[in-house]
């Protein structure tokens, strides 16, 4: 299984940007999956989940900028991101709860992360 992520970049203050990002491989389901970011010496944070029937949830840090979407046919989310914010500078990562076989259990899996970088 692998989580693919992209659409990461340099973007001014106010600008927006929209993240991707793929399961590939072999696997039951994908469930939850989400946006985590890390900016330098800080933790890494939540940004946004989703289930697999769409419901998404927001940090208060995205709430009203950001737009989190998933085409499950393509095993695919998307985060639109908008208003961007110096602060809103981190690497974000994808992260999913995937099942590999039917009955199998659940397994939280990493992407590799993508830089976004907010500067004028």
């Known amino acids: 299984v692998q989580l693919q992520a992209s659409g990461g970049g340099l973007v001014q203050p106010g600008g927006s940007l929209r993240l991707s990002c793929a399961a590939s491989?072999?696997?039951?389901?994908?469930?939850?999956m989400g946006w985590y970011r890390q900016a330098p010496g800080k933790q890494r944070e939540l940004v946004a989940t989703?289930?697999?029937?769409?419901?998404?949830d927001y940090a208060d840090s995205g709430k009203g900028r950001f737009t989190f979407s998933r085409d499950n046919a393509k095993n695919t989310v998307y985060l639109q991101m908008n208003s961007l914010k110096p602060e809103d500078t981190a690497v974000y990562y994808c992260?999913?709860?995937?099942?590999?076989?039917?009955?199998?259990?659940?397994?939280?899996?990493w992407g590799q992360g993508t830089q976004v970088t907010v500067s004028s």
């Open positions: 992260y999913a709860d995937i099942q590999r076989t039917r009955f199998g259990s659940r397994a939280g899996y």
């Open positions: 989703i289930t697999s029937g769409g419901r998404s």
């Open positions: 491989g072999s696997f039951f389901s994908v469930n939850v």
